[in-house]
């Protein structure tokens, strides 16, 4: 079984400051890791994948995320935060079921950005 | 192009009343997915499809829940009858898989239904 932990269900930083949300994720087969961000009203969005290629993978909107195996964790970062960037983030792990597979998705984080 | 389509956008009913939520996914994509959003309970995911077969509906909360997918382009989800613990956004999703690949495509979101039980 897979799972995934985002710990925390808020964080708020100042315009400009560095964005760090955290993700832990639990698998028994090398997984996929993806970032969602679901905006008020909205669908979630894909922000950024990783598929087993570079383990730092870069995203729209400034954001990256680096996969580290040792640690199970797939953390999402922005040098910079903008107001915009204000949101809801939902890391999530597939089991690499091809057709058949799924994503457990995370509680999700609310990220607020301060003028 | 068109993104994943979700119908109606609202909809409050009274409690007893049949539900019934609509989705066109993607077109091209062979996997959709019904998940349902709550504060308490967070995204759960309901029932999914590939090549409009149900491959997992260990999800769907009891038997008054029901989806269907006649054809690649259209799926729906049906409460009969709703209570209001049934009320929460519903989001439908697809994706292409590609059989006998490892290679995994995100799943693409509509905007959901809010959906409210009196």
């Known amino acids: 079984a897979q799972s995934v932990t985002q710990l925390g269900s808020h964080v708020s930083v100042s315009e400009g400051a560095l964005v760090l949300l955290r993700c832990n994720y639990s698998s028994s087969v090398p997984p996929y890791l993806f970032w969602y961000v679901q905006y008020p009203n909205q669908g979630l969005q894909l922000l950024l994948k990783?598929?087993?290629?570079?383990?730092l993978v870069k995203g729209i909107n400034g954001f990256e995320a680096e996969f580290k195996k040792s640690e199970t964790s797939f953390h999402l970062t922005k040098p910079s935060a903008h107001m915009s960037d204000a949101a809801e983030y939902f890391c999530?792990?597939?089991?690499?079921?091809?057709?058949?597979?799924?994503?457990?998705f995370g509680k999700g984080i609310t990220l607020s950005v301060r003028p | 192009d068109a993104g994943v389509i979700q119908s109606p956008r609202h909809e409050v009913t009274e409690m007893g009343q049949e539900v019934t939520l609509r989705c066109k996914p993607i077109?091209?994509?062979?996997?959709l997915f019904w998940y349902r959003q709550t504060m308490m309970r967070g995204l759960e995911l309901l029932i999914y499809?590939?090549?409009?077969?149900?491959?997992?509906d260990s999800g769907m909360p009891e038997d008054r829940f029901s989806a269907k997918m006649p054809n690649a382009s259209f799926s729906t989800l049906k409460i009969q009858p709703s209570e209001p613990r049934d009320s929460a956004v519903y989001f439908c999703?697809?994706?292409?898989?590609?059989?006998?690949?490892?290679?995994?495509?995100?799943?693409?979101f509509g905007d959901g239904t809010r959906l409210s039980i009196l």
């Open positions: 990783y598929t087993s290629a570079a383990t």
């Open positions: 999530a792990v597939s089991d690499r079921g091809g057709a058949n597979s799924k994503l457990t």
């Open positions: 077109s091209g994509h062979n996997s």
């Open positions: 499809f590939n090549n409009n077969v149900p491959i997992d």
């Open positions: 999703a697809s994706s292409l898989s590609r059989t006998g690949s490892n290679y995994d495509q995100p799943q693409h």
